[in-house]
């Protein structure tokens, strides 16, 4: 065996041994000709989406990794770590040569490599190529057993040496390695395994955690706790051997259990296992459409569970949490019916709440839907018909057209409408044969009382006089749109019967306008992100507009405040001191109700629905907690949800009133209609 030495690099004479037949200048040259400067990845760091308390919903990560600088890991620990790894890391260069000498030696007795000689440099090189590898030819060239991928390592530990501290070395490679079980750096393997910090880390502890780094599958305590302790013991007596602690203290430490499995404490990630699984995978929807976070879908999500993102959204956890009792209370999720509720601030689209009768998952009696928000994204359902809820924005429309509120028509109880046009946007529709009626007050009714009664021969006349188009354009102002197709609600003759599928989050926002007296704010759900050092990321800042005459809201305020008075659909529903405005909604054989209702602070819509093909009849074959639903109706069945999710999220919350309306939107019993805006003529 002959012994080579050489200039390897910068005047650094390293004896090799086991590269039999190459020249001196031969290999000096070779690692002369590899690269110099070692160029890592930023570390993959595991983001945080928060609620607006700041309490965490949720961990994203494609490493559970939380990045300490060195002084934020205890002593102990480092000794350990250099004690197994490299013992006289603060010693020798990039290369310990003593340890490559005997390691090649071995591996050329063998035929083969039986062992290493790597440094914690060579090692923290090793490591950051791993992690930077984007094929598998890369991974395969970074993990090969090759002397030259050896030397690479070692061209680039010499480079990394002259750059870095020792210190700085070491913190680099403790917040990269793999600890096992799914934990990349000691600051999350001593949360992950024992409940503590880096810094708290005690010498047993440590000991465990230095011995994982060699092999982080087998020596894992979770796979097999036999090995991990013999692994641990081992590290022990090295550090003994090395003097760094004393034969007591490592006859103490051995003689402690390796860890308590009861302390593990796996990292939920993802929003599986969020604490509101459903708001959650909605928010990082958005996220995903944030350009802020990346060129392409792709590179968001891969930015969002690497970057260290703190992500604070708008969830209000007491309002969610009283949205979720509400939902409790009446349903279960073994139901046939499911049930959804969307809570939102007036004046800021802040979205408070969200909750929903089935939970997460894909077993019995749990569903991957989210009944609150449109076909966007995988999760979302698609929304439901909203039956007379519509009405809101023929009332709207009709006021912005100067209809007071007081505009008669004579509604009975049932009218022959087949082939009557109305008028649309682009011209006129009709139905060859359609013939509606009501189900409840027929008569000479004012806009209030066809409200209060929901009387759809009123609303139908009223939506033929406006035309069709000026409700339509007011409810896509108000943000609403069909939830499926995720196109403009379709102009038909029963329009404002709520033929088009609409989901409770659109509802309850549009309902807000009317609450801020005509101020439209697009639903906020992200309120700020933060980098992993602080910094802000552009976010969709909140857009609010003036899309209706503030008079015109308080004009609907007053109509849908009626229905919510003794005697109103809604007359059951009313709470406390409260101004509260609302409107029911059921749509054609019960298959949905609706409430959706307000107060100047809060806005909600809940709905009850059949969710599963073919859509039945509530009335029959449907269960709600536990029992068959008896009145199938928005005040009867979705009414209660609402009633009791507000009236609890409205607790402690400032006593507001409503705007009255001016007297010519009140109107008088010689109010003359406004010309020519009758579709008929």
Same mark, same amino acid.
């Given at each position: ?71 934020? &890991? ?6 350990? *770590?250099?004690?197994? =790894? ?14 490559? &000498? ?28 791993? =992690? ?8 395969? /060239? ?31 490679y403790l917040n990269l390695a793999n600890f096992g079980d799914g934990t990349y750096g000691v ?18 502890? /440590? ?11 087998g020596y894992d305590p979770t796979n097999d706790a036999k090995r991990a302790k013999d692994r ?7 550090? =003994? ?97 499911? /049930?959804? *509720?969307?809570?939102? =601030? ?21 569903? /991957?839907?989210?009944? #609150? ?125 709520? &033929?088009? @599928? ?17 101020? @439209? ?15 802000? *990321? ?51 054989? #019960? ?73 010519? *939107? ?16």
């Open positions: 065996m002959s012994v080579l030495s050489g200039a390897l690099a910068a005047g650094l004479v390293i004896p090799l041994t086991g590269l039999v037949g190459v020249g001196t200048q031969k290999v000096s040259d070779a690692v002369e000709s590899l690269p110099q400067e070692l160029t890592t990845e930023p570390l993959q760091v595991r983001s945080r989406i928060f609620a607006a308390d700041g309490s965490l919903i949720a961990t994203l990560f494609a490493q559970n990794r939380v990045p300490v600088p060195l002084n934020r &890991v205890s002593r102990v620990m480092r000794q350990a *770590i250099v004690a197994i =790894e490299d013992a006289r890391f603060y010693e020798h260069g990039a290369l310990d040569a003593k340890g490559t &000498v005997r390691a090649l030696i071995r591996n050329q007795t063998e035929g083969s490599v039986q062992q290493g000689g790597s440094s914690i440099s060579q090692q923290y090189v090793k490591m950051s190529l791993v =992690e930077k590898a984007a094929t598998a030819e890369q991974r395969a /060239a970074a993990t090969a057993v090759t002397y030259q991928r050896k030397l690479t390592e070692l061209r680039y530990a010499i480079a990394l040496e002259k750059e870095l501290s020792k210190d700085q070395i070491l913190e680099r600051e999350a393997a001593a949360q992950h395994y024992f409940r503590t910090t880096a810094a708290k880390l005690t010498l047993p502890q /440590a000991a465990l955690l230095a011995g994982l780094v060699k092999n982080p599958t641990r013991d081992v590290v022990l007596r090295r550090m =003994e051997e090395l003097g760094v602690i004393t034969a007591e203290q490592a006859d103490d430490a051995i003689r402690t259990p390796v860890f308590d499995p009861k302390k593990v404490r796996k990292v939920p990630n993802g929003c599986a296992g969020a604490r509101y699984p459903f708001y959650c995978a909605y928010v990082v929807s958005k996220l995903l459409q944030n350009p802020a976070l990346g060129a392409t879908p792709k590179e968001r999500e891969h930015y969002l569970k690497t970057g260290g993102l703190s992500v604070t959204t708008s969830l209000d956890p007491r309002i969610q949490a009283a949205a979720q009792a509400s939902i409790n209370e009446y349903t279960s999720p073994r139901d046939t019916a499911v /049930a959804a *509720i969307t809570v939102i =601030e007036p004046g800021t689209g802040v979205v408070k709440g969200m909750a929903q009768s089935r939970p997460y998952g894909n077993g019995r009696y749990q569903t /991957a839907y989210n009944y #609150n928000v449109e076909k966007s994204y995988a999760g979302g359902y698609g929304g439901f018909q909203n039956g007379s809820t519509m009405k809101a924005f023929t009332i709207a429309a009709a006021i912005a057209k100067g209809y007071p509120i007081d505009y008669r028509i004579n509604s009975p109880a049932q009218i022959d409408l087949s082939g009557q046009p109305f008028r649309t946007c682009k011209g006129y529709t009709k139905d060859p044969d359609y013939r509606p009626r009501n189900s409840t007050t027929s008569g000479d009714l004012t806009m209030v009382e066809a409200a209060r009664a929901s009387t759809n021969t009123y609303f139908l006349q009223l939506s033929q006089r406006t035309g069709l188009c000026a409700p339509a354009t007011m409810a896509a102002k108000l943000g609403l749109y069909n939830a499926q197709s995720l196109g403009a609600l379709d102009q038909v003759v029963s329009f404002t019967l709520g &033929v088009g @599928y609409v989901t409770p989050l659109m509802l309850s926002n549009a309902y807000a306008t009317f609450a801020a007296r005509g101020k @439209y704010c697009m639903p906020v759900l992200v309120t700020s992100v933060r980098d992993k050092s602080g910094r802000p *990321i552009s976010t969709t800042s909140p857009r609010c507009r003036q899309v209706i005459a503030p008079q015109v809201a308080d004009g609907v305020n007053r109509v849908l405040s009626a229905v919510m008075e003794p005697g109103g659909t809604g007359g059951r529903l009313t709470f406390g001191r409260w101004d509260l405005a609302g409107k029911t909604g059921t749509i054609q054989d #019960n298959r949905a109700v609706w409430y959706a209702g307000y107060a100047p602070n809060l806005a909600a819509a809940s709905v009850v629905a059949d969710a599963n093909l073919p859509y039945t009849d509530l009335m029959y074959g449907h269960t709600l907690g536990g029992r068959d639903i008896a009145d199938p109706t928005g005040s009867g069945t979705a009414g209660p949800l609402w009633k009791t999710a507000m009236e609890r999220a409205m607790r402690g919350l400032p006593l507001r009133r409503f705007t009255p309306p001016p007297a010519k *939107i009140l109107g008088g019993e010689n109010t003359e209609p406004p010309a020519g805006n009758d579709a008929s003529r």
